[in-house]
């Protein structure tokens, strides 16, 4: 079965930097475009970032030029380098992995960013 594993949250102060990580196993991560969103306390899950299996990324506009998706195949994994940290990117990231020909969403259960001095 799919499993989709995040990892790298945690506390950092206004204009830090976070990194954080997600695994993917039980499947072919190459045939897998993957993203990562984000739901700050209180409000909807928003996409943060993509990148197909081909390397393509799109960023949200209120993370453009400061965050980073990009992907190791050869990990299975995906990364989300975050920097110039605000407090409103605060809240739980959450991965999730799309099969590039069924469709089908796997989502990870998420991990805790908080942003505050």
């Known amino acids: 079965q799919v499993q989709v594993v995040e990892s790298g949250g945690g506390l950092v102060q206004p204009g830090g930097s976070l990194s954080l990580s997600c695994v993917v196993s039980?499947?072919?991560?190459?045939?897998?475009?993957m993203g990562w969103s984000r739901q700050p306390p209180g409000k909807q899950r928003d996409l943060v970032a993509t990148i197909t299996s081909a390397g393509n990324t799109n960023y949200s506009d209120s993370v453009k030029g400061r965050f980073t998706i990009s992907r190791d195949n050869a990990k299975n994994t995906v990364y989300l380098q975050m920097n110039s940290l605000k407090p409103e990117d605060a809240g739980v990231y959450y991965c999730?992995?799309?099969?590039?020909?069924?469709?089908?969403?796997?989502w990870g259960k998420g991990t805790l960013v908080t942003v505050s001095s």
């Open positions: 039980g499947t072919i991560f190459s045939i897998y475009t």
């Open positions: 999730h992995a799309r099969h590039d020909y069924f469709g089908r969403y796997y």
